[in-house]
T-cell receptor
Framework: ETGVTQTPRHLVMGMTNKKSLKCEQH?????MYWYKQSAKKPLELMFV???????ENNSVPSRFSPECPNSSHLFLHLHTLQPEDSALYLC???????????????????FGPGTRLTVT | SQKIEQNSEALNIQEGKTATLTCNYT??????LQWYRQDPGRGPVFLLL?????KEKRKERLKVTFDTTLKQSLFHITASQPADSATYLC????????????FGKGTTLSVSS
């Protein structure tokens, strides 16, 4: 186990549904991430949070809404999704994010097992 | 445009041989490069990191090299085993602004006994 858990592991939803993905990390890290992984494509970063503050939004459509109530929990709220949103959604955490003079510090990311989302 | 490419989508080798995976990048000035392993149905797991001023890093049967002139990193698994079969991802942190790792698509390694 990596210390990052995600629920649910599998989710099937219709285009009019609203659902939420949950991520929890038990590593004492300050940074958390949402990624989308589609077949034959690289991991796509969606959102970055550091100390509960969103530091990056990678031009993600508004039908994806993140929430980070504290440094250990991260949610991804989903509504009116499209079939092309079907993918594996991965959560990750790291001790910190590379910022300013700390860019040389290495912050490997610890990933959860992912939620396999199917939009019908 | 900025790109990070793992040239082989799939690599098949025999047990005991050395597997060499390639990661190339263009138009980035990397601070460091990381390699991850991903098994089916699981998230990636961090393996190794190499910085821009390092040529080589080793960890047990794993070796990573970094050539900033060629803009390339090579990932080697020596004495490969069937248990090494997985998808291997390279990820780069650019020196430019931003906190995001940029990932390649991955190379799926199959080691046959």
């Amino acid at each position: 186990e990596t210390g990052v858990t995600q629920t649910p592991r599998h989710l099937v939803m219709g285009m009019t549904n609203k659902k939420s993905l949950k991520c929890e990390q038990h590593l004492g890290h300050n940074a958390m991430y949402w990624y989308k992984q589609s077949a034959k494509k690289p991991l796509e970063l969606m959102f970055v949070y550091n100390f509960k503050e969103q530091t990056e939004n990678n031009s993600v459509p508004s039908r994806f809404s993140p929430e980070c109530p504290n440094s250990s929990h991260l949610f991804l709220h989903l509504h009116t999704l499209q079939p092309e949103d079907s993918a594996l959604y991965l959560c990750a955490s790291s001790q910190d994010t590379p910022r300013g003079l700390k860019r040389s510090n290495s912050y490997e990311q610890y990933f959860g097992p992912g939620t396999r989302l199917t939009v019908t | 445009s900025q790109k990070i490419e793992q040239n082989s989508e799939a690599l098949n080798i025999q047990e005991g041989k050395t597997a060499t995976l390639t990661c190339n990048y263009t138009n980035y000035s990397p601070a460091y490069l990381q390699w991850y392993r991903q098994d089916p149905g699981r998230g990636p797991v961090f393996l190794l990191l190499i910085r821009e001023n390092e040529k080589e890093k080793r960890k047990e049967r794993l070796k990573v090299t970094f050539d900033t002139t060629l803009k390339q990193s090579l990932f080697h698994i020596t004495a490969s085993q069937p248990a090494d079969s997985a998808t291997y991802l390279c990820a780069l942190l650019a020196n430019q602004a931003g906190t995001a790792l940029i990932f390649g698509k991955g190379t799926t390694l199959s080691v046959s006994s």
